[in-house]
């Protein structure tokens, strides 16, 4: 059971990529899907989304929440998942922070370097 669990994490992250690559247009330079959660019982999926700039990342998030029911049948079609979970849509900040992180140990490291 564990490893169709995994398996159906990684069709749904797989395919919505393609679909939301193809099927809508965003106000974002780029739309990644970065991690798909699907409950055990599979009646729902929590999908992360980074979006670059982040600054558009609202947006981005509801343009899918409004498209999720035509995703979802899409998705349904492509890898033929009985039940395909409900899809809910969250912003992964992890990317943006990760590029905090950097940006203080530029500083730093320049900081040192002037010592």
Known sequence: MYQRHQRVESLIQSELNKVVLKE??????????????VQKDLDNANVDISVLPSEKSEEVLKI?????????????KAINIKPM???????????????????????????????
Not at 64 to 76: D, E, G, S, T
Not at 89 to 99: L, M, Q, S, V
């Open 85 to 115: 979970p409900e899809i809910s849509f969250r912003i992964d900040y992890g990317i943006r922070e990760a590029a905090k992180v950097e940006r203080v140990f530029l500083e730093i490291e320049k900081k040192e370097g002037k010592d």
């Open 24 to 37: 809508l247009e965003f106000p974002a330079d780029l739309v990644t899907i970065t991690s798909v959660e």
């Open 64 to 76: 899918l929440v409004k498209n999720r029911k035509h995703l979802r049948h899409l998705l349904l």
